[in-house]
């Protein structure tokens, strides 16, 4: 399961906070001691330290006493701390006694069914009192789902438990042990961990099934022996811990995807499983560049914490050893900390709370601080995030963001440290230039904020962003250049930009109109032209203005979506649908208000002037339905491109997530197709009026020459508007479309 991984137990909790010499330094103490204990005599913890004395010494005491103390707790005997000071004092005083200690011990009396006085803790450690007072009060959140701690239990290679054959090692901790096996009755193979202790795992994880989550299958309590099995998924590539380690020793700066599929090559060789001969993932692996493969890892694992907060699962222990890496590189989340299970090294309030503290946010990290104790209800889906952010960064660099001592004195000083560094600049990182990196960096900055709300809202979003690096020529529809005209539209008011493209074509059009019916109706007399113009005037002091508030209640809801995205508020469905909707309105807005003045004149002057016959009434309409397609041509392929290119990836910029983009953009090609066809009918129609007129001998007025053109040309506008927003759906739907099911950047979609 998790080659060379360090179960979720004794020193966990501090163990990442350490270098990677460090960290295996003191999960081989604890492993080594966790064999014996509990310890005959307190002197005897000084044969599992360090050898030689290192920086680490008192730390790693610390933590063999906590285990020591946890282990004798479960034979009935709960040692004080004094009888530890008394026999190490050339190492430990009360004094000197992390905080950590005092709480360890005093969970473990209350777990035993005493009721350890305020007033004693405080006499024995005064420095403590006020932080003991905090603890007690929030003792009674602290729940407990480990039935046993004890050294993790030893299954011969070769032999046989319950239903499972042992083939080989995986890994080892404290207080488990992971083996290859085959399941014999499902002849499969699967990563057994064997263990003492049990949580409910199993039962929370059930519920989910995702590509990129390691499916637990079930769980098994036997008697003899007395251990608890748990078996899961087996991935052979090892754990992203491995890759890390990989990057630290080369430059992140020259790095490509090889070092993972090295890494899985590895630990598929240990395990004596086959490499796949044919991988369009490990092929696009091999030559992308490291910024863009981090990337390419964080939406996968976006997808994968979305898809557990939705069931209303948290992780709560997001880092490298506790993701898998199958053969092909794919990395899958495991060991979700659903327990939130107490064992030694996690003192106190920290039983509450799983983790790293290496890759926790500020609000878990006061949430298991001695002196602060906050709510456990404030470390929720944010804190997974950043914790994934934490992740990637150190995938990205080798390192983690944050500058922290590298030897804490003790656990809570450790926690201290790591809380004080959430609020100070990150590292700076090395980087290698281009645009994935770019949108690498500011996604990860961005869910490294300081304040839960600040964060990306979800895995979903996370995820979104970050596929953004996997597509930057994609990149710049949704982060136009500064000096771009699509920024430049949207600084401009939505009022004045929209409210333009509809009305200007609509007052040209009206122009063009007016001198064609003067040229028109005056062969019908002098009475008819005046009679038509003061009809015209009236009617247009009417059509015009309502139009106009038509229009404006129509950009309303668009404007209000603008304000909020411009204030970095998640939009609604019904924004996006108002925003693509509003060409269809434009379009509309133009052509149902000149067919129908075609309609009314064409009768009033028909019933009011006998001249005026049906042929001519005919000729008459027509011209207005030419001039009502090209007042709807304009305005709904302008309003279409602002909508598709500047409005619409604005609004979904924040959360990169539109579940219906699919239906939009089937949508929205079809009624650019259809709106396309109209602005083509309506020249022909000009070109039928201009025939008529030239079959009768007439001199061509120059307005009507230029009406037609203007319908021509608008077919020409029409054409490049509807190619040009066809590529335009096509390049975000490369990072928007669900139908993209291909995991490799730019390979066509899987059937």
Known sequence: MKPNSQDSGTGSVVAEHLSFDEDELLEACLQRFAEVAPAKTPRDLLDFLPDPPSESRIFVLVELIKLDMSASAESGTIHRIESYVEALPELIS???????????????RKDAGQQPSIDEYAQRFPQFGSVLGKFLGAAAEVTNSVHAIGAPPQVAIGSKIDDFLIIQTLGSGAFANVYLAQQVSMRRLVAL?????????????????????????????????????????????????????????????????????????????????????????RKWLAEADWPTVVAWMGVQLGRALAEAHRHDVLHRDVKPANVLLSAEGIPALADFNVSFAGVAGRAGAAA????????????????????????????????????????????????????????????????????????????????????????????????????????????????????????????????????????????????????LIIMIPNIIVGYFNFWYNKDTLAMFGQQVLEYHRDLSWKLNAIIFPVGFLIALWRILPVTQAARRAGR????????????????????????????????????????????????????????????????????????????????????????????????????????????????????????????????????????????????????????????????????????LSSRRSSIVPGAPDEE
């Open 94 to 108: 009360l004094q000197s006694v992390p905080v950590d200690l005092v709480l360890e011990e005093l969970q473990l």
């Open 193 to 281: 961990k064997v263990s003492q202790g049990r949580g409910d795992e199993p039962q929370a994880l059930a519920q989910l099934d995702h590509a990129n989550i390691v499916r637990v299958f079930d769980q098994r309590d036997l008697t003899d022996p007395d251990v608890h099995l748990l078996y899961m998924q087996y991935m052979q590539g090892g754990t992203l811990l491995d890759v890390v380690k990989s990057v630290r020793a080369n430059s992140a700066g020259k790095l490509t995807g090889q070092i993972i599929l090295d890494c899985v090559d590895r630990q598929c060789l240990r395990a004596a499983q086959a490499v796949p001969e044919r991988s369009a993932v």
């Open 352 to 499: 509450a709370f799983g983790g790293s503290i290496g890759y926790m946010a500020a609000e878990h990290l006061r949430a298991i601080s001695p002196e602060i104790l906050d709510s456990p209800s404030d470390v929720r889906e944010p804190a997974d995030l950043y914790s994934l952010a934490i992740l990637l960064w150190q995938l990205w660099q080798g390192q983690r963001p944050f500058d922290c001592k590298p030897s804490p004195d003790s656990w809570s000083d450790a926690v201290r440290d790591q809380l004080e560094s959430r609020s100070k600049p990150l590292v700076q990182p090395v980087r290698s230039g281009g645009a994935p990196e770019r949108v690498l960096e500011a996604t990860l900055r961005k869910a490294l904020s300081l304040q839960p709300e600040d964060r990306p809202s979800s895995g979903v979003e996370l995820a979104g962003q970050l596929k953004l690096a996997l597509h930057p020529d994609v990149a710049g529809l949704f982060d136009p250049d500064e000096t771009s005209v699509r920024s430049w539209l949207r600084r401009r008011s939505t009022w004045v930009v929209a409210g």
């Open 568 to 735: 970095d508020q998640e939009l609604t469905d019904r924004d996006l649908n108002a925003t693509l909707c509003l060409s269809h309105h434009a379009g509309l807005i133009g052509g149902v208000f000149w067919v129908a003045a075609g309609v009314f004149y064409s009768i009033v002057l028909t019933n009011r002037f006998e001249s005026f016959t049906l042929p001519h009434a005919s000729e008459f309409f027509l011209s207005l339905l030419v001039c009502g397609g090209i007042a709807a041509t304009y305005p709904y392929f302008g309003i279409a491109i602002l909508a598709t290119t500047v409005y619409y990836p604005q609004f979904v910029r924040r959360s990169m997530h539109d579940d219906h983009f699919d239906r939009r953009r089937g949508h929205a090609i079809f009624q650019n197709a259809a709106w396309f066809m109209a602005s083509v009918i309506a020249p022909l129609l000009g070109l039928a009026i201009l025939i008529s007129r030239i079959g009768k001998k007439e001199v061509i007025p120059g307005y009507l020459l230029g009406l037609v053109g203007l319908a021509f040309v608008g077919i020409l506008v029409s054409f490049f508007a509807f190619m040009y927003m066809s590529a335009y759906w096509a390049g975000m739907a490369e990072v």
